[in-house]
């Protein structure tokens, strides 16, 4: 190799060494830019506080619905229709003297009854005769009058009507009205909780980010069962409607 060669060499490789450090040192100093840069925009952003309010309400259900069904046996079909409307006649009369006009008759039913006998050549069933199911729901405001009803209404028994008590729904029919209202109660709720919060760690409350309501259990009073879809309890005569929403707030 000439002196030539070896003398530009020698003088290349501090400049080579050098602007392969500048290189690096730049491409250092961009990656950290972009590194505080994410991060200061992460912490920019989680600068809100996620809080959950509820509200509760004790109510009165202020409609009943009792379901009811009697049941009329003949060995003809003619005769059990003209029993089904003796014993509709008896139940009329005993909702007329009980002051209860809001009735429904559903469609009747209609059974063959059969009987089965063993012969020689086996067992062998017989038609026995007929029976008409009628059954009827009563509505009333009278939340207090319609369970007494239910149970006076053993009494027709007695004149050999065959009645059969089917349950009993109490409801809150402005049960809609109370949501809407509720809504608004926990989310007046959910930000109190916040500025408590914010204020204890220093931070003062800003605006309202989003928010989302959950959904409306409807329990019989002091329970506190919960699902996925809400409950709408029909069981009890007082109730307890709660409801949740959960907001998130900036802070600064």
Known sequence: MSDLARSFMTTSRPHLFGLLAGLALSA???FASITFTRAWTRISEDQVINVTGSARKEVRSDLAIWRASFTSDADTLTEAHQRSKADLAQVEAFLKAADQSDYVLKPVQVTELFTRTKTEEGEVSRRAGYRI????????????????LASDAARLMENGVTLASEGMDFIYTKAGEAKIEMMGEAAK??????????TQGGRVLKELRNARMGVVQINPLYSTATSWEGNNDTS??????????????SLR
Request: aromatic share 2%; charged share 30%.
């Open 189 to 198: 709720d959910a930000r109190t909780r916040a500025e408590q919060i914010a």
């Open 236 to 249: 009890s005569l007082e109730k307890t409607i709660t409801t949740t929403v959960t907001a998130t707030f």
């Open 133 to 148: 199911r009628q059954n009827l729901e009563v509505r009333s405001g009278d939340v207090d009058a319609l369970p007494k």
């Open 28 to 30: 250092g100093l961009c």
